[in-house]
């Protein structure tokens, strides 16, 4: 049973940082690609970043380029998003997800689990 818990979420003002992480378990952590998407109050799911499942390739959406950073540890199931520079408009809801393979995928769709959440709030 795959199972993905994210953590590292909270409370941050603007310009400040966070690390979110994503312990993954009842999977081939190494076979598969990754990702984050976040979903704000009223609006729909968003893709955020993608990264494959050697780590060597890592896609990201305009708004997170520049400031986000998505990384994995295959030796301990780990996925990792590096916030800097965070702004009010990244407030939500943070979801790591596996993909349906072993690269990244830039669609919701191209998901086949996600965890249930860590919340982000970035004050101004």
């Known amino acids: 049973q795959v199972q993905l818990a994210e953590s590292g979420g909270g409370l941050v003002q603007a310009g400040g940082s966070l690390r979110l992480s994503c312990a993954a378990s009842?999977?081939?952590?190494?076979?598969?690609?990754m990702g984050w998407s976040r979903q704000a109050p009223g609006k729909e799911r968003e893709f955020v970043a993608s990264?494959?499942?050697?780590?060597?390739?890592?896609y990201y959406t305009d708004s997170a380029k520049g400031r986000f950073t998505i990384s994995r540890d295959n030796a301990k199931n780990t996925l990792y998003l590096q916030m800097n520079s965070l702004k009010p408009e990244d407030t939500a809801v943070y979801y790591c997800?596996?993909?349906?393979?072993?690269?990244?995928?830039?669609?919701?769709?191209?998901?086949?689990?996600w965890g249930q959440g860590t919340q982000v709030t970035v004050s101004s």
């Open positions: 009842g999977l081939t952590f190494s076979s598969y690609g």
């Open positions: 990264i494959s499942y050697n780590g060597l390739t890592t």
């Open positions: 997800g596996r993909t349906a393979g072993k690269f990244t995928s830039a669609e919701i769709s191209g998901y086949r689990y």
